[in-house]
């Protein structure tokens, strides 16, 4: 089979309760449950982020979160401190069949770059290996769930179509933040890429 299910983030952070709550979070995992049992394979995606995070607002004297500061590899939302390595914030959430992946894949352990991409950190050309592993293993089409839809799956979905895979965002299976119109934007980059909503 050459199909795989890649799951975004579904961590406690991201969930109602969490330090970086994404409204209805928690709502999706039922069905995201019932897509792992019917794939091929199965890709969870963790966001592993060391205390004190280059990407976190609190390392940045007077600015709050949401705010937009210039990194190095260019513009980075501050976020409130979240997914913090070995946190009750990065775990999944406890409902998640986690047991049902072939592989974890943890992002964003890197102090001073953040990573919202399961393919790439967001220079945009450090590579977190994910590609290499779907290709060794042949798996060209991808679906994608998760959290958020307007960062974290939108950046995955879109680098996955720029490497060539066929790529399909299941809408209904995510949920997103919507910061100052980014998930009008992000929708329409898919669509612009060739990605299937449904």
Request: charged share 20%; proline share 4%.
């Amino acid at each position: 089979m050459s199909h795989a299910l890649i799951v975004i983030d579904l961590q406690n952070d991201f969930c109602p309760g969490g330090a970086l709550a994404v409204a209805e979070g928690d709502q999706i995992v039922p069905g995201v449950n019932a897509r792992m049992a019917e794939a091929a394979a199965v890709i969870l995606t963790q966001d592993w982020h060391p205390a004190g995070h280059s990407s976190f607002a609190s390392q940045h004297a007077g600015r709050a979160p949401m705010q937009m500061v210039d990194m190095p590899y260019g513009p980075q939302v501050l976020w409130p401190d979240h997914c913090v390595q070995g946190s009750h914030g990065a775990a999944f959430h406890a409902d998640l069949t986690t047991d049902r992946a072939d592989l974890i894949l943890r992002k964003g352990f890197r102090r001073q770059i953040d990573s919202y991409s399961a393919f790439f950190e967001n220079d945009q050309t450090t590579p977190t290996g994910l590609e290499g592993y779907l290709r060794t293993r042949g798996l060209t089409e991808l679906e994608f769930v998760g959290l958020a839809t307007d960062f974290c799956v939108a950046w995955s979905a879109l680098d996955a179509a720029k490497l060539g895979f066929k790529v399909r965002v299941l809408t209904t299976l995510c949920r997103g933040i919507d910061l100052d119109g980014s998930m009008a934007r992000a929708l329409d980059d898919m669509r612009a890429a060739g990605i299937e909503l449904v």
